[in-house]
């Protein structure tokens, strides 16, 4: 596909329909199978199809005024595959088709940075761009100086992002996962190399057009990045925020979004959401919630509701999405095209009735972002996780011996355990280095879990278990 393709061309060469099974063909030897959820929230109740008459929700930036569209393309997941050496690398042509699709669409905002599918996010991010104009989309990226703090090794990481993006200015840039360790660590990272002097200097410049932050961190470390607004001017904040997050944060861990949303708002400061479906939870809940959310609305697909919940808050700017197959980004564009924001009974049905069911299932926090690989002991951590938590929600976690079907239960987890893990990968394999522990965004404490989740399945196995 030639360089510089517009809205207009793309439409006019592919068709609206060639595109759509183009890319779904591409996408389906690794997708999913279409579910009965997802083909029903294809139509609206007029039998129309919003993808061809509905028009992408934006939202006006006050500080630049920039029109941004309300759904954002996370790009930390695109589907990979092996080189001719066997080494993984992105699918360079399904990025092309995702983000030429989202463009034609309206999506105009593309968040990666430079740790993302094994650093390779950022390149393949620029690739798919640089073919279409450059006042068409908004590019953010990300100060991730996580493993020193170096200054030369922030200013490459800086210097490589241009390159890596094929652009000479970068829309939205933040100092990425600020809020552990506080402002101590922000002081190390950002203030004592006089890394932060250099991203102010720039925004002066304009090779930054915006300056912000994304936090993952307890109450008293967001405080701490929101006391430094004042000196900084934080042009935007990115932080996490869905449903279930609204009222029911780990407190430990992670602030309520209601507070982190009520913060920001009285400052006037745009935000940019993350984990609106909470590491993909709310798109596959348990079966008691997705029965509650079919009741109230058989035709919404389970992520548009997580989706409308997030859009619905005037404040938020954009809400980012990683979508790996073009069924869920077509799913998204429907939620996003003629946006309709929950009422307030919807707010209360979610962030109370919904989230308080949810609170009683013991998932873990974590959202795949495989920050924590690769584990030096070879353990798959985000997989075991994974696997634990989709367990839980899907209804077949054995809770104890008591339970109804539990032999069944039982022996589907041992099985579907050692199919998902490789068992020299599994939990029991976890020494306790606590090499992981700082580079979960979450703050998990990775080792602990690991030897829960470890324990639980011994208990299994020695058909033991009498509660969990």
């Not at 060469?13 to 030897?29: D, S």
Request: neutral net charge.
């Amino acid at each position: 596909m030639k360089k510089n393709i517009d809205r207009r061309e793309f439409l006019k060469k592919t068709g609206e329909g060639a595109a759509i099974a183009g890319a779904v063909a591409m996408a389906g030897a690794c997708a999913p199978k279409k579910t009965v959820e997802t083909v029903a929230s294809i139509a609206t109740d007029d039998g129309s199809d919003p993808l061809e008459t509905g028009k992408m929700e934006l939202r006006t930036n006050p500080g630049n005024g920039d029109k941004v569209s309300l759904l954002g393309y996370g790009c930390m997941r695109f589907t990979m595959k092996k080189d001719e050496n066997g080494k993984s690398i992105v699918d360079q042509e399904n990025v092309n088709n995702l983000i030429d699709y989202a463009l034609a669409h309206g999506v105009n905002y593309f968040d990666t940075a430079p740790v993302y599918l094994q650093g390779q996010s950022e390149k393949a991010v620029g690739i798919a761009l640089a073919r279409h104009p450059r006042n068409t989309y908004y590019i953010a990226t990300k100060m991730s100086n996580f493993q020193s703090n170096d200054r030369k090794v922030a200013m490459q990481l800086y210097k490589d992002a241009f390159k890596n993006l094929q652009t000479d200015y970068i829309d939205y840039y933040l100092l990425h996962s600020l809020g552990r360790g506080g402002a101590q660590a922000f002081k190390a990272r950002f203030e004592d190399n006089g890394v932060i002097d250099f991203l102010l200097g720039e925004r002066e410049k304009g090779k930054i057009r915006q300056l912000g932050l994304s936090f993952h961190g307890d109450k008293q470390s967001f405080d701490e990045m929101m006391a430094l607004h004042d000196k900084y001017h934080w042009d935007f904040v990115q932080i996490q925020m869905n449903y279930f997050d609204w009222k029911h944060a780990d407190g430990v861990r992670n602030v309520n979004a209601e507070y982190l949303y009520q913060e920001l708002d009285k400052r006037g400061i745009p935000i940019v959401i993350m984990e609106p479906l909470q590491g993909g939870r709310l798109a596959k809940p348990a079966e008691n919630v997705v029965n509650r959310l079919k009741e109230r609305d058989p035709q919404a697909s389970l992520a548009s509701w997580a989706f409308r919940f997030v859009g619905s808050y005037p404040r938020v700017m954009c809400v980012l999405s990683g979508m790996v197959y073009m069924e869920h980004l077509q799913d998204n564009l429907r939620t996003f095209m003629d946006f309709k924001p929950l009422s307030d009974d919807e707010k209360y049905f979610l962030d109370t009735d919904i989230s308080d069911i949810m609170a009683n299932y013991p998932t873990i926090d974590c959202n795949d972002c495989k920050y924590c690989m690769p584990c030096p002991y070879g353990i798959d951590i985000p997989g075991i996780f994974m696997h634990y938590n989709n367990s839980v929600n899907q209804g077949n976690f054995p809770r104890s011996k008591e339970q109804e079907e539990y032999q069944k239960l039982r022996k589907a987890y041992l099985v579907s355990y050692d199919r998902a893990i490789p068992t020299l990968r599994q939990a029991s394999h976890c020494v306790g280095c606590k090499q992981c522990i700082p580079k979960c965004p979450q703050s998990i404490q990775i080792p602990r879990q690991l030897r829960r989740i470890d324990d639980y399945v011994e208990k299994l196995k020695q058909n033991t278990l009498t509660s969990e």
